[in-house]
């Protein structure tokens, strides 16, 4: 079981940068958990943003962020990032991550899901605004 909190949301204009962190934390190694990023808008159904794998081999992004985010992990910090650059007023939203134990015994190495009932580890979620 882990724990996972989100941190970086704010507010920035539409064409800047903003760097969300999700801290790992908890009995099972974070390294053996594949961690996504989900957001969700008022009034809209939650969705896909960006995965890693649990070694980082292996990333995945939805169309509309591709080119624009990017999504890396620090394992040694128990720390996933979700950099998000050009952002665009549609980017506003409450962003989670959640994790999903992927150990090796079980899944291959570059493991991960865009589907987010498969993941069992939420944080609280941190809200991005982006003005136009």
């Known amino acids: 079981q882990v724990q996972l909190a989100e941190s970086g949301g704010g507010v920035m204009q539409a064409g800047g940068s903003l760097r969300l962190a999700c801290s790992i934390t908890?009995?099972?190694?974070?390294?053996?958990?594949?961690v996504a990023w989900f957001r969700q808008a008022p009034g809209t159904e939650r969705e896909f943003v960006a995965a890693?794998?649990?070694?980082?081999?292996?990333?995945d992004f939805a169309d509309s962020v591709r080119g624009r985010f990017t999504v890396s992990r620090d394992n040694n910090e128990n720390m996933v990032y979700l950099q998000m650059n050009s952002l665009k007023p549609e980017d506003t939203a409450v962003y989670y991550c959640a994790a999903k134990w992927a150990g090796e015994k079980y899944y291959d190495s570059g493991f991960y899901s865009k589907i987010d009932y498969d993941y069992d580890f939420w944080g609280q979620g941190t809200q991005v605004t982006v003005s136009s």
């Open positions: 890693v794998s649990r070694t980082g081999s292996t990333t």
């Open positions: 908890g009995r099972t190694p974070p390294s053996t958990y594949c």
